[in-house]
Nanobody
Framework: VQLQASGGGLVQSGGSLTLSCVVS????????IGWFRQVAGEDGDGVAY???????DYADFVKGRFTISRDNAKNTVYLQMNSLKPEDTAIYYC?????????????WGQGTKVTVSS
């Protein structure tokens, strides 16, 4: 299983970016997928997740600004980020969660860097 994230970059405060993550090696339709972000030296945070049933779960700090979506035909998940703030600056990782007999297995993309200037 491989996850390839893209779409990060430098944007001014108030701007928008769309992240993409292409999953290969399995059918995305059967799994939960989402985004996690981390600042160097700090604990990371879950940003937004979407189980296979299409429901969504957002961290409070992005509600109303970020939207997660998926295209199962393209095996791709997206994160539309609007009204970006400097505190959104982080490396964003796509995260695939797989139910295993012993718990949840996690697959990670390589990360894409988002920098929001003030």
């Amino acid at each position: 299983v491989q996850l390839q994230a893209s779409g990060g970059g430098l944007v001014q405060s108030g701007g928008s970016l769309t992240l993409s993550c292409v999953v290969s090696g399995l059918s995305l339709a059967d799994y939960e997928i989402g985004w996690f972000r981390q600042v160097a030296g700090e604990d990371g945070d879950g940003v937004a997740y979407m189980p296979s049933d299409g429901t969504t779960d957002y961290a409070d700090f992005v509600k109303g600004r970020f939207t997660i979506s998926r295209d199962n035909a393209k095996n791709t998940v997206y994160l539309q980020m609007n009204s970006l703030k400097p505190e959104d600056t982080a490396i964003y990782y796509c995260n695939l969660r797989v139910a295993l007999p012993r718990g949840i297995g996690n697959y990670w993309g390589q990360g894409t860097k988002v920098t929001v200037s003030s």
